[in-house]
């Protein structure tokens, strides 16, 4: 009935029709020397071949995207369906059964009877992004801050790991709290100076302090051996027994402990266990913290900076506290990142990687745990796409944009009161 409804409007027709072949024709703009022009080398020269095929196909695509968009559009009276669409809402209970279920699974995981190497590495992968995703979260979800140069503390923690354990022979374990100490004080360091800033200000300002970061970081040779890198870096061991094939004089390998034969993927696997510890506790963390006052106190500033004010709350406290405490869990991710690798360079943190972890946290839900790990699954799920490797970043964008027209609020955008107020009951009349 929607439909036939629709169907006597000929004037909105028309008028979906017009905007669809207008951004049909925007595509077509774009497509012609992004898709159907493509440079290959012939013989030692650079040559031009045409992909006319893709670029019509992208064009229609968008053509219908845009009509089906329209026609959802106008099946709303009052208000687009597209924006009025809620988040999935979940209870406590709910969550609670989510997040159990969600737990049990990441620790059986090695163990599945479907699981590979190649699994369990791209799962630990996903498992540094969700702990960056719940990082930035503090800061942008609950204080309401935003940062686009988170990264920066994502490289500081990675970069102190490898130049400690380079400088005073010291291990993972010894430097991860290091790492953090250190990223948390430059965080408060970036706090200082956009304490008056908001919104799109603050926003640049942070970008610059990334730029600035992994510019320093590319040139202080002496230091960071600048585009090179720093190589060795040392792996985690377990209470002091590394996992390799041969440990050196006096000390004894993992394996040998337990009378195992050496297999490479039991290193993997650690690797996956030591990052999936290190989420939880960054979970269970900020979800106490949330719970404190000065939970409380990032989201009365998210909400109303001036009404915080009057409650007595400090903002100068209150913000460089959530910039630290994001950015000291943005450290103890890139420590486990570089241990991890055994070899970091400043091109591992470009902008690309603070847009993808702002786009978990946007895409997830704004201060939504689990929809942090919804999107992360998502996003780092869709990058491994290899069929479609050469169109990787365009279906990317193209999902968020979706995920954005349909979900506004991300995946899950409601959450569960800190503090609830109950109802005081009745007095009967006398």
Same mark, same amino acid.
């Given at each position: 009935?929607?439909?036939?409804?629709?169907?006597?409007?000929?004037?909105?027709?028309?008028?979906?029709?017009?905007?669809?072949?207008?951004?049909?024709?925007?595509?077509?703009?774009?497509?012609?020397?992004?898709?159907?022009?493509?440079?290959?080398?012939?013989?030692?020269?650079?040559?031009?071949?045409?992909?006319?095929?893709? %670029?019509?196909? #992208? $064009? @229609?695509?968008? !053509?219908?995207?845009?009509? =089906?968009? /329209?026609?959802?559009?106008?099946?709303?009276?009052?208000?687009?369906?597209?924006?009025?669409?809620?988040?999935?809402?979940?209870?406590?209970?709910?969550?609670?059964?989510?997040?159990?279920?969600?737990?049990?699974?990441?620790?059986?995981?090695?163990?599945?009877?479907?699981?590979?190497?190649?699994?369990?590495?791209?799962?630990?992968?996903?498992?540094?992004?969700?702990?960056?995703?719940?990082?930035?979260?503090?800061?942008?979800?609950?204080?309401?801050?935003?940062?686009?140069?988170?990264?920066?503390?994502?490289?500081?923690?990675?970069?102190?790991?490898?130049?400690?354990?380079?400088?005073?022979?010291?291990?993972?374990?010894?430097?991860?709290?290091?790492?953090?100490?250190?990223? %948390?004080?430059? #965080? $408060? @360091?970036?706090? !200082?100076?956009?304490?008056? =800033?908001? /919104?799109?200000?603050?926003?640049?300002?942070?970008?610059?302090?990334?730029?600035?970061?992994?510019?320093?970081?590319?040139?202080?040779?002496?230091?960071?051996?600048?585009?090179?890198?720093?190589?060795?870096?040392?792996?985690?061991?377990?209470?002091?027994?590394?996992?390799?094939?041969?440990?050196?004089?006096?000390?004894?390998?993992?394996?040998?402990?337990?009378?195992?034969?050496?297999?490479?993927?039991?290193?993997?696997?650690?690797?996956?266990?030591?990052?999936?510890?290190?989420?939880?506790?960054?979970?269970?963390?900020?979800?106490?913290?949330?719970?404190?006052?000065?939970?409380?106190?990032?989201?009365?500033?998210?909400?109303?900076?001036?009404?915080?004010?009057?409650?007595?709350?400090?903002?100068?406290?209150?913000?460089?506290?959530?910039?630290?405490?994001?950015?000291?869990?943005?450290?103890?991710?890139?420590?486990?990142?570089?241990?991890?690798?055994?070899?970091?360079?400043?091109?591992?943190?470009?902008?690309?990687?603070?847009?993808?972890?702002?786009?978990?946290?946007?895409?997830?839900?704004?201060?939504?745990?689990?929809?942090?790990?919804?999107?992360?699954?998502?996003?780092?799920?869709?990058?491994?796409?290899?069929?479609?490797?050469?169109?990787?970043?365009?279906?990317?964008?193209?999902?968020?944009?979706?995920?954005?027209?349909?979900?506004?609020?991300?995946?899950?955008?409601?959450?569960?009161?800190?503090?609830?107020?109950?109802?005081?009951?009745?007095?009967?009349?006398?």
């Amino acid at each position: 009935m929607a439909f036939a409804a629709l169907s006597q409007r000929r004037l909105d027709w028309a008028h979906l029709v017009k905007d669809a072949a207008l951004a049909a024709l925007v595509a077509l703009v774009l497509a012609i020397p992004l898709v159907g022009l493509q440079t290959v080398e012939v013989n030692a020269a650079l040559t031009i071949r045409t992909r006319w095929d893709w %670029a019509a196909i #992208g $064009v @229609a695509a968008v !053509f219908v995207g845009r009509l =089906l968009l /329209g026609v959802a559009r106008s099946l709303s009276a009052a208000r687009s369906a597209v924006a009025r669409r809620p988040a999935i809402i979940l209870n406590r209970q709910r969550a609670t059964l989510l997040a159990v279920l969600g737990i049990m699974f990441a620790v059986a995981l090695p163990v599945l009877p479907f699981s590979s190497r190649y699994i369990v590495d791209l799962a630990t992968t996903v498992m540094i992004y969700v702990m960056l995703g719940w990082g930035l979260n503090v800061v942008v979800g609950l204080a309401g801050l935003l940062d686009l140069g988170y990264v920066a503390f994502y490289a500081v923690g990675a970069y102190s790991f490898a130049l400690f354990a380079q400088w005073f022979q010291l291990g993972f374990w010894e430097c991860l709290p290091l790492a953090g100490l250190l990223a %948390a004080s430059f #965080g $408060v @360091a970036l706090g !200082f100076p956009v304490l008056r =800033l908001r /919104g799109d200000y603050l926003a640049i300002v942070t970008l610059g302090f990334g730029e600035i970061v992994r510019i320093v970081l590319l040139n202080w040779v002496p230091v960071t051996n600048g585009p090179a890198g720093i190589g060795n870096v040392p792996r985690p061991t377990f209470f002091g027994m590394p996992l390799v094939a041969r440990a050196p004089a006096g000390r004894t390998t993992f394996d040998e402990f337990f009378h195992l034969t050496f297999n490479p993927g039991h290193r993997i696997v650690f690797l996956y266990y030591v990052i999936l510890t290190l989420a939880l506790i960054t979970n269970f963390f900020t979800l106490r913290l949330r719970r404190l006052p000065i939970g409380r106190a990032w989201e009365a500033l998210r909400e109303d900076e001036i009404a915080a004010r009057a409650l007595g709350i400090n903002p100068t406290t209150v913000k460089l506290s959530a910039f630290a405490i994001g950015a000291m869990l943005g450290g103890f991710a890139g420590a486990f990142f570089a241990t991890r690798q055994g070899f970091i360079s400043p091109e591992s943190f470009s902008f690309i990687e603070s847009a993808t972890i702002l786009a978990i946290v946007v895409l997830g839900g704004m201060g939504s745990q689990l929809g942090v790990v919804l999107a992360a699954v998502a996003l780092v799920g869709m990058q491994e796409l290899r069929l479609f490797a050469e169109f990787r970043m365009l279906i990317f964008g193209a999902a968020m944009i979706a995920i954005m027209a349909w979900r506004p609020r991300g995946f899950i955008g409601h959450r569960e009161p800190s503090v609830r107020l109950e109802r005081a009951p009745a007095r009967r009349a006398a």
